[in-house]
């Protein structure tokens, strides 16, 4: 994984792009860290906060249902550049924001550029993978995962030091600022437009099955978010100090599994890997509810993890090179169904939990991913023949004659 890792990021084409999806996690974490501040600072109850958060996601649609236009006009090295830059200005305001509507503003805007960003990155790195016939999606992702993980330990460190939250922004914005102006040459070097206008197309069923895929996953992520520490402290009866631990196990197995994923997708196959992934999930989930010790709730947590590693960045591989549709409104299609998961995903396992039980609640996510398996294995647009072969290019600046 080192080797693959250092690799990655001394070659500066890769690295450039690969940064972008640490950029959002990096800004993500301090936001996350912010929230109880933000919340006391302009008055919000639990209630009025929650409705407030939907307004990202709503920026998110807005962004998917203008993303056709966007990328049949703008090439994807600009919008990188440009975005980025945007998405980090925006997270200084809604941190900052001095009153609701400031904050309201902020927050569907990022959902928008967000959005777009997602596209432009993910476009770039699977067109990358087509130009050095390597593959190196799920280490972009892994990069994000990552991101997420540091911007986590920043804000601990900083707020150890008495440094507030919109000070830390301002910080680390400036720096990812920075970092985005060296990496200028690269980025705009993708001159790539990704859309070319046609008119709307419904999904077909075999899309349909990558977008319930990408839901389920997205669903697994949000639930072990919202509900992991919950669980340990409600129905494991865990201290204090280990109910952060299984969010903390399935987001180290996260990361380490998409930083070794691209290894793994060539040596087993997408399909290969989707079908495992899932399954390894549904049994994490498994292990959790079955289980009336800490450590073994946490060891499902991990497996949780590893299973959902490497299947977004399969679906997203996916969702670019499926015939008849551009990479944008394959993506758009595919992470439609990634949205709704992650909104609903938690709300549904809270239902639950208030009618039943939160174990039985978590126990609809072992379904889920015993129905996405199956969908992966009857799915054509998710295949094994995505492997690279032995033509397959290093990373090394000098093969690729950057």
């Not at 990655?8 to 640490?22: D, H, R």
């Not at 501040?37 to 409705?51: A, E, H, Q, W």
């Not at 197309?201 to 669903?219: A, H, N, Q, R």
Request: glycine fraction near 10%.
């Amino acid at each position: 994984m080192i080797r693959n890792f250092y690799s990655f990021i001394k070659n500066k084409p890769l690295f450039a792009v690969g940064f972008l999806f640490s950029v959002s996690s990096l800004l993500f974490g301090i936001w996350v860290a912010s929230i109880p501040g933000i919340k006391s600072r302009l008055g919000f109850t639990d209630g009025s906060l929650g409705l407030s958060l939907l307004l990202s996601p709503l920026g998110a649609v807005t962004g998917m249902l203008f993303s056709t236009r966007v990328f049949s006009k703008v090439s994807v090295g600009k919008w990188m550049f440009s975005g980025y830059l945007i998405l980090c200005c925006i997270m200084i305001l809604q941190i900052n924001s001095v009153n609701r509507l400031m904050f309201w503003v902020s927050l569907y805007c990022f959902g928008t550029i967000s959005f777009l960003n997602g596209v432009s990155a993910n476009a770039t790195a699977n067109l990358m993978e087509k130009k050095y016939n390597k593959l190196i999606l799920s280490t972009c992702h892994g990069m994000y995962s990552l991101g997420g993980a540091l911007s986590a330990g920043i804000a601990a460190l900083l707020f150890l030091v008495h440094i507030p939250s919109g000070v830390q922004i301002v910080i680390v914005a400036t720096f990812l600022i920075v970092v985005i102006f060296l990496n200028k040459k690269h980025l705009l070097a993708n001159t790539d437009i990704i859309h070319s206008r046609s008119r709307f197309k419904l999904p077909s069923s075999s899309i349909l099955g990558i977008s319930f895929i990408c839901m389920v996953s997205f669903m697994a992520e949000g639930c072990v978010a919202d509900w992991s520490a919950i669980y340990f402290k409600e129905i494991l009866f865990a201290p204090k100090a280990l109910i952060s631990l299984g969010y903390a196990g399935f987001s180290v197995a996260m990361t380490l599994g998409r930083l070794n994923g691209d290894m793994l997708i060539k040596n087993l196959g997408s399909k290969n890997v989707v079908i495992a992934g899932t399954l390894l999930a549904g049994s994490g989930f498994l292990v959790v509810v079955t289980s009336s010790l800490v450590i073994i709730a946490i060891t499902g947590y991990v497996m949780v993890g590893l299973g959902c590693c490497c299947i977004v960045p399969v679906l997203f591989r996916a969702s670019a090179n499926i015939p008849g549709l551009s990479t944008v409104e394959g993506y758009a299609m595919v992470t439609t169904g990634g949205l709704i998961g992650f909104l609903t995903g938690p709300s549904v396992i809270g239902f639950i939990a208030e009618k039943a039980s939160l174990s039985k609640g978590l126990s609809l996510l072992i379904l889920m991913d015993l129905l996405a398996c199956y969908t992966a294995w009857r799915n054509p647009f998710i295949s094994n023949k995505e492997r690279v072969g032995k033509n397959e290019l290093p990373y090394a600046e000098d093969v690729l004659n950057v």
